[in-house]
């Protein structure tokens, strides 16, 4: 076989070995002791990485399940307030229409959130606000702390997804007013995807839909959670409950703080690379805004397309993910979440630059001595 | 570490170390070839178990998350007949409380369905029928076929909780008039849990609701699976459908007929060693519905009690189910699904034996032996 190709895409991302092997010993009974300590390493682990004191549980299922379980669980009935400037930020519109009663405060992918459209909003009674606080498809990090100030203003539910932030980048869900948060175990975590995990306030409990779906009922998830030995509602997926918590002992060892710091420091890494090389990041900020520090999207030059370049790239043992919708073919977006450092973030760039020079893109220097010499 | 217990229980079981080992290797991009082929390897080696031609896609979720997807697809809105005689009957029947109009259609736990009263229930224009073929909370094995039969004169879809009998005992949906069939990854298939496997047919797709849920939309997940390669809407619990795959390709190389033949004998033998010991299998059955061939429910003997039998077991290495809600304390249960075989049972029987004796149980015989023989 083949080596495995180096993934550095905004998920899912490289699994550290210590993580994939817990995987590999046999099932255990999901009510006992043993499943219980499980849960609540991950939960200990995680709550440094959301900044909350609140309860956090653990859905076996993906991001989306998550946002799904949050949005069926205090937005059913409601008039919810959906910001909206990337995909995520849509999905989360999207699932929203199936419960409520959304309404999508939207402005172009990467461009900064209509906050004054917020507030009117809220002032007209929106009752819950969606957020998404690193918005892959565009690059970009949402300004949750404006969003959560004013959410609390007028005694709204803030829902944030947090997806691809918590675990990588700074989050303070209490100090911001966030009532639920959400993440996902295969990005800034650097574990296998089919998790989400979600804090819930006790301001949102209060205010828990009477009308909830059974899968993704979270008040089952945190009556479970509460007893001892901790337990989910039903079936959770074992194995991946084991990766996880190893994946969060690997965070809490490295501390958040430092880890937070490494993430910071490979995305300047990465825009320093494609300052160096005349490139341009998507989209260009200069508002409330910033680039996000767990995936890096970049404008495709114009000597070359999507295809080729990500082509030329992947036969050098390296994937990275394209524009999605209609940045398809567009931009270009290398994920640097997880537990990758400085050798995964300069093979990557390492390819990209020979991929480019290979298609005839004229570049302005070396960005991969210049990523070097930051990263040093 | 002490040895793993053997895990005799109506799920999780054993996973063949194959099967488990397929989960360390390095995570997948699951947009890609490789993640789709591992996709349809899993969906070819299961329709025959599950006797069907309908598309099957599979969803990172607990046997539960299908069983929501099944109901929220097809009873939204719609009278839904629900047959309970058992805890994952009361289950359908808690989850379509959420979406339809279900009546309950209940004898006591273990004891023959009401099917008078189901096709009454279907001349009166219940359009939806939830059925749980082997009902582990009980030990039986419901009467799919004449549920079917019914379900198919009235023209009523059938949903058929198949969780703990596809892949380990005869289970023909297409010829039944099974609409849409569930399977858990953690029973019969002896793969880890945490996914479900969905059949659905072209029946129930034309009359699919219009206001489904967002995670569990099953039209999402039919759509996705039509693509080349194979996709699945959202993110993927990527390690466990490597698991599956391997499980699936075991269940390919053994032969659906000769496996199910291995449960039976399993069940078989389980019956003749209470029959030899003199003790009484949980329910005395003498109607249309039968025992289970997964797992069997067996009266605690009143010289013990259910946590003095199951500890001692225990002690032994072995882990037997008790039993559920007011069940409790009446019976324990031995699940005999997935890879199991004639060394695993001996074990659990002989334990068994030996707890009970060692506890003042009077035994008329030597069940192990008895087993034994049947088995050889």
Known sequence: MEKEPLLMLPGPV???????????????????????????????????AFGTE?????????GTAGMEAAVANFGRGRKIACLVNGKFGERLFDISKRYGEPIALASAWGTPLPLEALAESL??????????????????????????????????????????????????????????AIVGSQKCLAAPAGLAAVSVSERAMERIADDRPYYLDLAAYLKNANKDPMETPYTPAVPLFLALREACLLIEEEGIEHRIMRHQRLAQAVRVAVAAWGLSLFPSIDG????????????????????????????????????QDHL???????????????????????ALQ???????????????????????
């Not at 609140?54 to 993906?62: A, D, P, Q, T």
């Not at 520090?293 to 990275?320: F, S």
């Open 14 to 48: 490289p699994v550290p070995e210590r993580v994939r092997l817990a995987m590999a010993r046999q099932a255990i009974n999901h009510r006992s002791a043993e499943f219980g300590a499980v849960y609540a390493d991950c939960v200990r682990c995680l709550a440094p």
């Open 54 to 62: 609140n309860r956090i549980v653990i859905i076996s299922g993906s």
């Open 123 to 180: 002032e007209e009674g929106a009752e819950v606000v969606t957020l998404v606080h690193n918005e892959t498809s565009a690059g970009i990090l949402n300004p949750a702390r404006e969003v959560g100030r004013l959410c609390r203003r007028h005694d709204a539910l803030l829902i944030m997804d947090g997806i691809t932030s918590i675990g990588g980048d700074v989050v303070e869900a209490d100090r911001w007013g966030v009532d639920v």
């Open 288 to 323: 409330q805004h910033g680039y996000s520090n767990t995936v890096t999207a970049v404008r495709i030059p114009e000597a070359t397309t999507d295809g080729e370049l990500r082509g030329l790239v992947k036969r050098l043992g390296v994937i990275i993910a394209g524009g």
């Open 328 to 350: 398809k073919g567009q931009i270009f977006r290398v994920g640097h979440m997880g537990a990758v450092g400085a050798p995964e973030l300069l093979a990557t760039l390492g």
């Open 354 to 376: 020979a991929a480019m020079g290979r298609l005839g893109c004229r570049l302005d220097g070396d960005g991969v001595a210049a990523a070097a010499d930051h990263l040093a």
